[in-house]
């Protein structure tokens, strides 16, 4: 949806989300407009692409990948070089209270969401047990690195209630104030670049967890199905896309953010939880790499994922509900799939 509103700056019709045709389904009506065709149409691009097995899809996320970070850092050192701004507005003070924060950092946990998703193509990384670790932490690094570094931009160039305004796409918005209109149009392609490459790294490793669920048994058992030619989790892949096309047509950025930020960040504490359950169910098993700063740290993540989901539902109810309701209904299909 983001990426059709930043292709909607060189095609306006791209971007407009004025509905073709509205069905009128209970709780959840599915809205057609042409923001959300081009949407469907990235999904389905990238998803085509991944179909292929790895090779073209790990050549295409990296190219992806490779032109978003360089992209970014580029735009941070030519930014704060010679961009237009002011540095005080950087540090200076606002109103805000507590419970306001807590509820911020689910959408920048959203931001985050990837550093964890080397793990779910583990099986296919050579020598895992070293690689996985290195990839987490220089992936979260970077990540922290150019975050920050993109936020002190944001209020190098615009001060924070100016900021707070800013109607449509905004790093294009503010690469316009930094240096012109022209600037402004380049950004938005990079950014382009930038959304595809984080739509193609969950084509690529989101199904492969549907696929080593349906693998153990706790899930259909056609996700665990891979291609004899590509090696690709065909049936996974394709239903990730199909639902994600739902979820597009059933709601708009703001809310899908929220409800995919919500979950992120239940289910985040979960994972780092179940540390604390593997090692004492099985004390002995094999470890190539330990969570530094355990047991302190992962206690530390998951008591703050656990204040940020209660705010959540309390500030922020009808997507936080949503997401909760969309979970639990997966939880009798979970006892099924155990008892066969």
């Known amino acids: 949806m983001a990426l059709a509103e930043y292709i909607g ?35 389905a691009l990238l998803t085509l692409v991944h179909l292929r097995g790895l090779g073209p899809g790990r050549l295409v996320q990296n190219i992806l990948a490779g032109a978003k970070v360089s992209a970014l850092v580029i735009f941070l050192l030519v930014g704060f070089g010679t961009g237009r701004g002011d540095a005080s507005q950087i540090v200076s003070g606002g109103a805000t209270t507590m419970a306001g924060i807590i509820l911020a950092l689910v959408p920048v946990m959203f931001t985050y969401s990837g550093w964890n998703a080397a793990a779910y193509v583990a ?29 002190a931009i944001y209020l190098y160039a615009l001060p924070a209630a100016e900021l707070a305004n800013v109607k449509g796409t905004l790093i294009d918005t503010v690469a316009e104030r930094l240096f012109g209109f022209t600037v402004g149009n380049v950004i938005a392609i990079f950014t382009i670049v930038s959304i595809a490459a984080s739509i193609s790294a969950m084509v690529l490793a989101g199904p492969r967890v549907y696929f080593a669920m349906a693998r153990d048994g706790l899930f259909v058992a056609s996700a665990a199905r891979v291609h004899p030619r590509f090696r690709a989790p065909v049936s996974a892949i394709v ?68 204040v940020m989901v209660g705010n959540e539902i309390w500030r922020n109810p009808q997507p936080a509900l949503a997401g909760l309701a969309i979970i639990a209904l997966g939880i009798p299909i979970y006892f099924w799939m155990r008892r066969r």
């Open 9 to 43: 700056r060189f095609a306006p019709l791209a971007g407009d989300g004025t509905p073709v045709f509205t069905l009128a389904l209970p709780f959840v009506p599915i809205v057609v407009s042409p923001k959300a065709i081009v949407a469907l149409a990235v999904i």
């Open 239 to 306: 239903t990730q896309a199909l639902w994600s096309g739902v979820l597009v047509l059933s709601g708009s950025l703001s809310q899908l953010v929220s409800y995919t930020g919500f979950a992120v960040v239940l289910f985040a504490g979960i994972a780092v939880a179940a540390l604390f359950v593997l090692r004492r169910r099985e004390p002995s098993a094999e470890r190539p790499f330990r969570a530094w700063g355990y047991p302190v740290a992962p206690a530390i993540f998951v008591a703050a994922s656990a």
């Open 123 to 151: 099986e296919e990384i050579r020598n895992p047990g070293r690689n996985v670790p290195v990839a987490l932490g220089l992936g979260t690094l970077a990540v922290v690195i150019i975050y920050l570094g993109l936020n």
